[in-house]
Nanobody
Framework: QVQLVESGGGLVQPGGSLGLSCVVS????????IAWFRQAPGKEREGVAC????????IYGDSVRGRFTIARDNAKNPVYLQMDNLTPEYTSVYYC???????????????WGKGTRVTVSS
């Protein structure tokens, strides 16, 4: 069993930056690839970014490429999501999720955190 806990959400002004963290624990957690998802009010959850546990290769969704950065240090924990130049459209609940292979398919994830809320507003 793997547990994921997100933190770092909050209120940020348009144009600002925010960093989220996902702490991963449990049996074999180092070997799971981690993805971030977001769910905006009234919309479906979408994949944001993913990082491969072994290679460190990253994948980004079209809506965040060039604006968000996913990273993990050599200890592989936590997994960070740096969000820059935010606009109100990025207001969402952000979730991290784990799977043994790198993917941003929501239906394919094995474990989920409970999410952290990000509000972009002046």
């Amino acid at each position: 069993q793997v547990q994921l806990v997100e933190s770092g959400g909050g209120l940020v002004q348009p144009g600002g930056s925010l960093g989220l963290s996902c702490v991963v624990s449990g049996s074999g957690s180092d070997y799971y690839s981690i993805a971030w998802f977001r769910q905006a009010p009234g919309k479906e959850r979408e994949g944001v970014a993913c990082i491969d546990s072994s290679s460190g290769r990253t994948i980004y969704g079209d809506s965040v490429r060039g604006r968000f950065t996913i990273a993990r240090d050599n200890a592989k924990n936590p997994v960070y999501l740096q969000m820059d130049n935010l606009t109100p459209e990025y207001t969402s609940v952000y979730y991290c999720a784990a799977k043994s292979i790198p993917t941003m398919l929501e239906s394919g994830m094995d474990y989920w955190g409970k999410g952290t809320r990000v509000t972009v507003s002046s």
